[in-house]
């Protein structure tokens, strides 16, 4: 009888799960086994591990519990993604030398001096201007509102639907991106290259502003594929599908953002181009998933498998 509850209990919860809770959880379980096979030597995986144990527990009652509420609960069921990816973020420098100790900027320096002739970020130093490095962190900067802009614009819109999808391939993109920083560690021509710049870029408000937070928050070899490029390419795709303005207000911030991370010095030429192709792909399997796994999710229902027609 116990083993037939059981049994029911997690039918129950794999159907009340939607592609982007099974996504998180398959990735919060993959890192928590990570901690124990690569991490268990490391003094955050006392703590890291029991609240990777949490967050499926709260995952898991949200997709039981919360699948018809609006409100506040509603909120926190359609958003808690986006609450999730900035720890999700730090605690990757924790396995980022999990495969490799040590760094692969030689290899890309290398790779790039064959195909430019010069290092991009030294041959960009006379270019620059104060006016223009603020432009360029401006741009820089957008990345952290971004993806909270787009969310909360299909939130309150209603568009329950395009919001989980929006945020699955966000999630994927991250958590590929995630396995680019272990498979190849970099620190970026801020580290590799310090020696060649003459010193910090020039900046009043908003480059002091970037340098911090990089400095502060940054995972130091997290550059392989640049995650901003990636996740700000999924964006602007999402944000032409859904809300043609807010696209057109977000492009400028967005293609600046491109050519401020090579500009700033955080990214090489390699981790824009991988970028880019992270956040293909990040797209087209979001887009794969939620249509052969995915959930018709309507406000103030539970979700309906999406190979039944559901009107709107």
């Not at 009340?16 to 268990?40: E, H, M, N, Q």
């Not at 971004?146 to 958590?175: C, M």
């Not at 908003?206 to 490029?229: F, R, T, Y």
């Not at 600046?256 to 090489?268: D, E, P, Q, S």
Request: proline residues 5%.
């Amino acid at each position: 009888m116990g083993s037939d509850r059981q049994r029911l209990s997690l039918a129950l919860l794999w159907r009340s799960a939607r592609p982007l809770d099974k996504i998180t959880c398959g990735y919060i379980i993959l890192f928590a086994a990570g901690l124990l096979v690569f991490g268990w030597h490391h003094p955050s995986t006392v703590y890291l591990f029991p609240v990777h144990l949490l967050l499926l527990c709260a995952i898991a009652w949200m997709a039981v519990r919360w699948s018809d509420h609006r409100g506040v609960r509603g909120f926190f069921r359609h958003m808690y993604p986006v609450i999730l990816y900035t720890f999700f973020y730090c605690e990757i420098a924790v396995g980022v030398h999990w495969l490799f100790e040590g760094f692969f900027d030689a290899q890309i320096l290398a790779m790039e001096r064959a195909f430019f002739g010069v290092d991009l970020s030294v041959w960009l130093v006379p270019a620059q201007r104060l006016w223009l490095n603020e432009w360029m962190m401006l741009g820089y900067f957008s990345y952290y509102l971004v993806i909270p802009t787009l969310a909360f614009a299909l939130f309150f819109q209603n568009r329950t639907r395009e919001l989980h999808d929006f945020l699955t391939a966000v999630t994927i993109t991250f958590i590929i991106s995630y396995f680019g920083f272990m498979l190849c560690p970099i620190e970026g021509p801020r580290f590799s290259l310090a020696g060649e710049f003459s010193g910090p870029l020039p900046g009043v408000l908003l480059v002091p502003l970037v340098n911090w937070i990089v400095e502060s928050a940054a995972i130091h070899g997290g550059c392989m594929p640049s995650s901003h490029v990636a996740v700000a390419l999924v964006v602007l795709i999402w944000a032409y599908r859904t809300n043609r303005r807010l696209a057109a207000i977000m492009t400028p911030f967005i293609v600046t953002l491109f050519f401020a991370t090579v500009w700033g010095r955080f990214h090489y030429i390699s981790d824009v181009v991988a970028g880019w192709l992270v956040g293909v792909a990040g797209f087209r399997l979001a887009a794969y998933w939620c249509a052969t796994r995915g959930t018709e999710i309507k406000a103030g229902s539970r979700p309906v498998s999406s190979r039944v027609p559901v009107t709107r």
